[in-house]
């Protein structure tokens, strides 16, 4: 996939594909079905929020150590409110979720196109996946 973000952070990675929307994920941290992201890849996307409540989201994920023993990052597509005009929050998407990566050293891919969009793939979830994120976009292939 030709998803060349300067943000991207190159490598390679395995696991377990898990993840989905971000606001779901935060609702579920805590509950029974809370999910495990311990040496898996992630994948979040989002739609019809802004970046603060972004921001909020990725720091729920980084307290609840859900960002902390993962395989990799997918960033697929949010959909992100606009903030009003002289109350904007200051921060990219991108900006947002490398601050809170920062100490990792898993590859990390920005505009994944996974969400609500157009260009939206399925993604298999519950099965090994290999990512790999180069400064030219990324493959995730099931293995």
């Not at 729920?60 to 002289?86: C, T, W």
Request: hydrophobic residues 35%.
């Amino acid at each position: 996939i030709k998803n060349a973000s300067l943000s991207n952070k190159t490598g390679t990675a395995i696991g377990e594909l898990v993840g989905g929307n971000c606001k779901t994920l935060e609702s579920l941290a805590g509950s029974d079905s809370d999910i495990c992201t311990k040496n898996k890849i992630l994948f979040v996307e989002d739609t019809g929020e802004y970046l603060y409540s972004i921001d909020r989201m990725f720091w729920n994920l980084k307290r609840s150590g859900k960002l902390k023993e993962l395989k990799a990052l997918i960033v697929g597509g949010f959909k992100i409110k606009k903030d009003d005009p002289g109350d904007e929050f200051g921060k990219t998407l991108e900006e947002i979720v490398l601050e809170k990566v920062k100490e990792y050293n898993y590859p990390v891919c920005f505009d994944f196109p996974v969400g609500h969009q157009k260009s939206n793939f399925a993604l298999k979830c519950g099965v090994q996946h290999e990512l790999t994120v180069t400064p030219n976009g990324c493959t995730l292939t099931e293995v």
